[in-house]
Every structure is written in structure tokens, then in C-alpha cells.
């Protein structure tokens, strides 16, 4: 497989670990920019990470094109076979996918050294040769990112410190679980692990400021990191059956966030909003911009939620007693985003998480 994306990049990232994990041979291009058109007719939005099959296949968005090689190689699955765990395990992907985006973001743009050390690299990565001085462009690239990632995104002076809490809040989580066992589900990586690689791995593990948080806050998420990186398919590992207790300040704290961010985004998409405000753990949140994606993303956990039968779900409401999760379950709820209904994907065309590209 080619990968067009970028060794900077959150969800290429995320992607990458899960290829290395299945032992799949790829080898990784930057962006071609500079064919926009075909990429665009081949998958919509240019976003990354690209798949490039070299078989006239193409596929984006890496949910979908996790759950797309799993049918093609079943061997040592990612989603337990516990329907409540498996539950979990994509409701902690689409958290780590969705919600810890703007905290990633934020450090790695508002801060000095990381702003530096990624424009730098980024400027490299474009394919296209621009004909403009280097430091022009990396103040370009520099200025785009602060725009669109992180004030079009809610970053304020006030939301700054809820932002940065949101990452230590995962640390602290993971690293409650990971006293326990080596990976978040169990002693083998499942789905909620390849989830949480794309804010850990490309971002906060590597960019130079949440990096020296991570290092002394969470040695053990650091390690996480690493284990993950090099971790191959072990058939001997085994997930857990019963969600307990060094699970729950991870799973509040997705309730809170995340799902709080879930519900706004989408009830403001029903009453055909494209701004909408959020108070998430007492942090009001205003001018958001809203996104047509993350309705997709909470239609799929609601859907994945009424396929269990009726003692799971149980299980699941017991396991998530906040009330930001009843969105999970309300049947009163029908705001839908009318995305990927025939279930395309990953292949065919994909929309950003702004709603750009042609679904
Ligand atoms: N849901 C998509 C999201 C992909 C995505 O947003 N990728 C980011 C970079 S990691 C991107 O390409 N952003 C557009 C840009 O930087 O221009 C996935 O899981 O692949």
C-alpha cells in the first residue's frame, strides 16, 4: 500500500501503528498536492492519511479503513469479542479520534518550540515546490495551522486552561489503566489503543512541549507509546472481560467531553446551525464551528449501541451513569447526518471533519 500523509500527522500516525501492528508492507509519501483534482475524485476530501491500494482502490478515513482490514485479516482481532468491551473500545477511539484533536493542536501551535519544530518539518513534507523563500512559507504554514486548528476550534484565552486540563485528564486516565496492564483493554492492543496512538503518538509524544509533560507526568503513557509502536500481533494476549473501576476517570471524562461536545454539535446540526456553543465541564465554549463528520461519528456509536441486546446496553448504561452519556440511548434523539448512508467507505468519497469534500 502507498500512505499519502505526512510522519508528523495524527491520523497517519494512528494508521501507521496499526499497519506495523498487522505486519502490512506500506511505504509513506508526502501530500501530492500538486494532483488535488485526482485525489479529490478519488476520495473527496484531501485529507490525511490517503490509501493508494495500487489495485484502483483508494481509501480515507482511518475508522472506516481500521474496520475494512479487519475483514481482510481477522487474525488477532482489535475489537473484543465482549460486546460491552467492544462498546467501550469505540467509544475511547472516536474520544481519542475526536475530542483530543484540540488539545493536540493547541500544544502543538500556540507554543514556541513545537510551532517551530513542525513548521520546519512540514515545510519539507510539500511535495510542490514553492517558489518562495523557506521562512515565508513556514510563517504561512505556521499562520494557516493557528487559524483553522486551533481558534476556529474554541481556542480563546478562556478556554485555554480547559484545553490544556483535557490533555492532562488523559494522561491521568491512561495511566490508571496502564498500572494495570500493558494496553487499555487488556494485555494485546485493541481499537481504543490504535485510537489513542493519534493523539499520543505523532503529537503529544513527540512534540517537544506536551512531550516534557507527558515524559514527568505519565512515564507510563510515554512507555505506552513505545509499546505500541513496536508492538507486533502476539495471539497470546488476551482483553478483559469486565470493564472495573481504573477504568471510570477515563470514561467520565469522555462522558464530559467528548459526548457533552457530541450531543451540541449535533442537536445545532438538526436545527441547521453552522455555529454552535458548549459548556463542557463549566467551560463555555461559543462560536464552535459546526460539523456534519461528528454527527456521522455519534449516528455510529448510536447504532453500534441499539445492535447490542438488551443486557448489554444495560451494562453499558451502568458503566457510564453521567448524564452527558443518554445520548447514546435517547430514543428521542434523531438528528441524523445523512452521511455515508450507503456505507461506502473507506472507499469512494470521504468529507472532512468541517463537511468538505463531496460525500
Ligand atoms: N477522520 C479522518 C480525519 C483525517 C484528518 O483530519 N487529517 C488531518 C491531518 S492529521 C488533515 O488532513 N487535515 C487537513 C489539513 O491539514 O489540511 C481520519 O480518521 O482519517
Known sequence: MKIYGSRVSYYTGK??????????????????????????????????????????????????ILFE??????????????????????????????????????????????????????VDEISTPVPLPRFVVRRMIRRRQIKYFTKRDGLTPSTW?????????????????LEQ????????????????????????????DPE?????RAPLVYEWVARMWSARQVPEGAFVTEISDEMTPMLKEV???????????????????SRFEMNVQGCEYRDMPVSRYRVY??????????????????????????????????TGFNVTSGYDEGRHLPYGHAINVYGEGTP
Open 297 to 330: 461519528c455519534l449516528e455510529r456509536l448510536r447504532e453500534h449501541f441499539q445492535a447490542m441486546d438488551t443486557a448489554h446496553q444495560e451494562k453499558v448504561k451502568s458503566l457510564l451513569p453521567y448524564k452527558e452519556a443518554a445520548i447514546l440511548w435517547d
Open 212 to 216: 516534557e509533560i507527558m515524559r514527568t
Open 255 to 273: 462522558c464530559e467531553t467528548h459526548l457533552q461536545q457530541l450531543a451540541a454539535n449535533a442537536t445545532a446540526y438538526g436545527a441547521d446551525q
Open 69 to 122: 482490514l479487519e475483514k481482510e485479516m481477522p487474525d488477532n482481532p482489535i475489537l473484543p469479542d465482549d460486546p460491552v468491551v467492544a462498546f467501550i473500545a469505540k467509544l475511547l477511539e472516536d474520544y481519542a479520534d475526536e475530542w483530543l484533536w484540540r488539545s493536540a493542536m493547541h500544544y502543538r501551535w500556540s507554543y514556541r518550540y513545537s510551532r517551530e519544530l513542525i513548521s520546519n518539518i512540514l
Open 161 to 177: 486552561p480547559h484545553i490544556e486540563q483535557g490533555y492532562f485528564n488523559a494522561l491521568d486516565g491512561m495511566t490508571r489503566i
Open 15 to 64: 494508521l501507521e501503528a496499526y499497519l506495523k501492528y498487522k505486519g502490512v508492507p506500506y511505504t509513506l509519501h508526502g501530500m501530492p498536492y500538486d494532483r488535488a483534482d485526482e485525489l479529490k475524485e478519488k476520495v473527496g476530501s484531501i485529507q490525511m492519511p490517503i490509501v493508494d491500494r495500487e489495485d484502483g482502490r483508494w481509501m480515507s478515513d482511518t475508522t472506516p
Open 181 to 208: 496492564r500493558p494496553y487499555l483493554l487488556g494485555t494485546r492492543p485493541s481499537l481504543a489503543d490504535f485510537g489513542f496512538m493519534a493523539p499520543m503518538f505523532r503529537h503529544f509524544s513527540q512534540d517537544p
